[in-house]
């Protein structure tokens, strides 16, 4: 190997490591944004998320979720998922029914010989 050939060799992997730095130094800054975040955030005196919903409100999340509507059961299993309660095991399904008709944004379908429950279509106000 020539002294030409050592010395485009050198330049060569002077230029790798100064891309390889530039990235390193990029992914530093974007990991000190991501701490100072964080840190910030912990700093917070409340939560950012409400840490307690109720089972009204869960209900029209799930509802929310199932644009083709669901029955009953499955939003039972849809809130045990969510280790959200409804009162007792024995009359959980029943609570469920108790809180769909009461509210006001959910709608009764019938699909297939079964009814299934939606979130209403909001309309848009005219002024």
Known sequence: ????????????????????????????????Q????FESLSKTNGPLVPTKIG?????????????EGLTPPEIRDELE?????????????GNVHAIIKRSKDI???GVGGRKVYKLKAKTPTVP
């Open 34 to 37: 991501i701490r100072d975040g």
């Open 81 to 93: 998922s969510y280790g959200i309660s409804c009162g007792s095991e024995k009359n959980f399904v």
């Open 1 to 32: 190997m020539t002294v030409r050939d050592q010395i485009t060799t050198a330049r060569t992997r002077i230029l790798e490591l100064e891309r390889e730095k530039q990235r390193i130094v990029a992914e530093l800054k974007a990991w000190i």
């Open 107 to 109: 709608e009764v379908e």
């Open 55 to 67: 089972p009204t409100e869960a209900i029209r999340v799930i509802l929310g979720k199932h644009p």
